[in-house]
């Protein structure tokens, strides 16, 4: 079949032409063919998912209020940002010089502060209720940007759990789980490789094989047997995948390394960005520490110079490899922090879900910008909030992912992946 002139890419022609002229292509004309190959195994979008497990306080963050009273105010500082006007806290120094590169959304509303049904809500779009179990967003993003070819999962959650599973999606989009981050993969992914002085091992998966078939055929249909018999295959096929070699941080120079800090979350930032260009569509990293209902200031403070360094690193790796404009990162909790700073000896800030702050980065979204205003106070949001199910539209619409699409609940209850009447943060998109 020929293809007419007007159907062919830009990598295409480029491919095409390099192959034609061999040998004799000029480097830089086999280099333009090589970075637009390159470019096409990056329009599978990814997700990062910085989870601040306890709920950050907005106004010590990134929607400061300094010029409020004492009793909001609180100890930090804020300092400018490489963008005119936008200020952020004088604890992610190495952030405010990326603000061009970050979208702060501080008109989140979600109404929900107890901190399991506030998770649940953020990080599934849907209130929790009691006979529906809703998938989490790196369900939602295993379905929908499936990668099967990547040998890989296609959902990691890395540093602490997540706050629920896969839901009426299936165990075969269930988060795999990484607690400590170590360097090499095995230690990473245990039980990685056959166990030693087991040379059997293809024997005994051909016998499980024929066993698990003949079970099967006896209860045909029966989604938990599929999925149980999918996991499993996957299961083997990431055991002889070269693919394995993504989890094993001693693959990158030691200074890249170092740039990502010692501590855990530096680390798991570092296998993120590994995992998201070997192919993986999400990946999840906890890092708790956030319910600072007393001495906010010292808690805080070292772990937003740990969040500083994991997260700013990850952002400008990911720039520079090519990978940011196909790739979402988000930074949230499950809600913000009350404005009023608590009495007694330790003072801190409690739970607050009536205003606060995300912050989203990469996907090709307009950056260098807040959305939404709290007022001077910070005690309301000012104008249009928006809600969790607005925060998923958002997401699922940076990733290509429609956000009106309907699963079947296995009681055969069609339910969207976002709330009914929610829409994407429109300042984040189009021209």
Not at 36 to 49: F, G, N, V
Not at 66 to 76: K, Q, S, W
Not at 394 to 412: H, Q, R, S
Request: glycine share 10%.
């Amino acid at each position: 079949m020929t293809i007419p002139a007007d159907r062919f890419t830009r990598r295409q022609w480029l491919k095409i032409a390099s192959a034609a002229m061999g040998s004799t292509a000029p480097v830089w004309f086999q280099s333009l063919a090589a970075r637009a190959d390159a470019a096409a195994t990056r329009e599978h979008k990814s997700c990062i998912l910085l989870w601040m497990g306890g709920g950050p306080s907005q106004v010590d963050t990134f929607d400061m209020k300094p010029d409020a009273p004492d009793v909001i105010r609180g100890e930090f500082q804020p300092i400018a940002t490489n963008v005119p006007g936008i200020q952020v806290c004088e604890h992610v120094p190495r952030l405010a010089k990326l603000m061009d590169k970050l979208a702060l959304v501080r008109n989140m509303s979600t109404g929900e502060a107890d901190h399991y049904r506030a998770s649940y809500y953020m990080q599934t779009g849907h209130k929790l209720l009691p006979n529906t179990n809703h998938p989490l967003l790196g369900s939602v993003a295993s379905a929908e940007l499936d990668r099967k070819e990547t040998e890989l999962p296609n959902f990691f959650w890395l540093n602490g759990p997540a706050t629920a599973n896969a839901g009426y999606l299936g165990a075969r989009h269930a988060p795999m789980r990484i607690g400590e981050i170590r360097e090499k993969s095995e230690r990473n992914l245990e039980d990685s490789k056959p166990a030693r002085g087991f040379p059997q091992f293809d024997q005994s998966l051909n016998l499980l094989r024929k066993v698990d078939e003949q079970f099967q055929s006896q209860y045909r249909g029966n989604k938990v047997l599929s999925d149980h018999r999918e996991i499993y295959q996957s299961a083997v096929r990431l055991m002889r995948s070269s693919k394995l070699n993504a989890l094993d941080l001693t693959g990158e120079p030691q200074s890249v390394r170092a740039a990502y800090g010692e501590k855990n979350f530096g680390k798991s930032c570092l296998l993120a960005r590994r995992l998201v260009e070997a192919g993986v569509p999400f990946v999840g990293i906890g890092m708790g520490g956030y319910d600072t209902h007393n001495d906010n200031w010292n808690l805080l403070q070292p772990l937003l110079s740990e969040l500083d360094l994991g997260m700013s690193t990850l952002l400008h790796d990911l720039d520079t490899r090519g990978l940011l404009d196909s790739t979402l990162v988000i930074w949230m909790g499950e809600f913000g922090r009350s404005p009023i700073i608590s009495s007694g000896n330790h003072p801190g800030r409690d739970h607050s879900a009536k205003a606060w702050t995300t912050v989203l980065a990469g996907a090709g979204l307009k950056t260098g910008q807040t959305i939404g205003d709290t007022g001077k106070k910070g005690l309301e949001v000012e104008g249009r909030p928006t809600s969790a199910g607005d925060f998923m539209a958002t997401v699922c619409k940076a990733l290509k992912i429609d956000y009106t699409k309907e699963y079947m609940t296995p009681e055969g209850r069609p339910v969207a992946i976002a709330d009914a009447g929610s829409e994407p943060i429109p300042e984040l998109f189009g021209t």
